[in-house]
């Protein structure tokens, strides 16, 4: 079955600590994703990738990093400087086809929280 | 800036019709997407419209009017299984899309 897979489902930071989501998806897109979802807020978007070894900030990527060395993989890093890391964080992809549909597609997610 | 309003939360009953409304203002427009989140979970796809007018899939239809920054989502013969978020989202250029809060719909017995 195609799709994106996060993991883990839940994980926990303890102060000072840096902490890797990963996301793996076997849809063949270009374009991957990760977002931040809070209460009351709609979907935030951290970092986004094109193409391998290519990635953009978005509107909140101050404490994250991420990396594409695979056009499957884009691995999300919480790092210490993200004080207020708790949140729900998705992972999407989509198929870049000239301006076509390109439909985002969502992993699980993961529930990220400070002990 | 960019701004996607949606009501929070919604109530309507099983078998009714229930419409989410979804205005936007964006520097940009290539598409308007409806998802549906279950708590806890992944937003799934519904709908997607780039041209005026209704799409219609099923129990679900969309409608869109670029020149009013207006959609809605209506959902008929609504099932307790319905009962999620749907989150609107617009399509900024090729990769970014701009989410709003996403509206609670309860569909109650």
């Known amino acids: 079955d195609g799709g994106i897979t996060q993991s883990p489902k839940y994980l926990f930071r303890k102060e000072g600590q840096n902490v890797t989501l990963s996301c793996e998806q076997n849809l063949n897109h270009d374009a991957m994703y990760w977002y931040r979802q809070d209460p009351g807020q709609g979907l935030r978007l951290i970092y986004y990738s094109q193409i391998v070894n290519d990635f953009q900030k978005g509107d909140i990527a101050e404490g994250y990093s991420v990396s594409r060395e695979k056009k499957e993989s884009f691995p999300l890093t919480v790092t210490s400087a993200q004080k207020n890391p708790t949140a729900f964080y998705l992972c999407?992809?989509?198929?870049?086809?000239?301006?076509?549909?390109?439909?985002?597609?969502f992993g699980a997610g993961t529930r990220l929280s400070v002990l | 800036g960019q701004n996607i309003d949606q009501p929070t939360e919604m109530t309507a009953t099983e078998g009714a019709i229930v419409q989410i409304n979804c205005t936007y203002q964006?520097?940009?427009?290539?598409?308007l997407f409806w998802y549906q989140q279950h708590a806890g979970e992944a937003p799934t796809f519904l709908s997607y419209n780039v041209l005026d007018g209704l799409e219609e899939k099923g129990r679900f239809s969309s409608f869109l009017s670029r020149s009013k920054g207006y959609s809605y989502l209506l959902l008929k013969e609504l099932q307790m299984k319905d009962s999620a978020s749907y989150l609107c989202a617009v399509r900024i250029g090729t990769y970014k899309y701009i989410f709003g809060t996403g509206t609670r719909l309860k569909v109650l017995a």
């Open positions: 999407a992809s989509s198929m870049y086809q000239g301006g076509i549909k390109n439909i985002q597609y």
């Open positions: 964006t520097s940009g427009f290539n598409g």
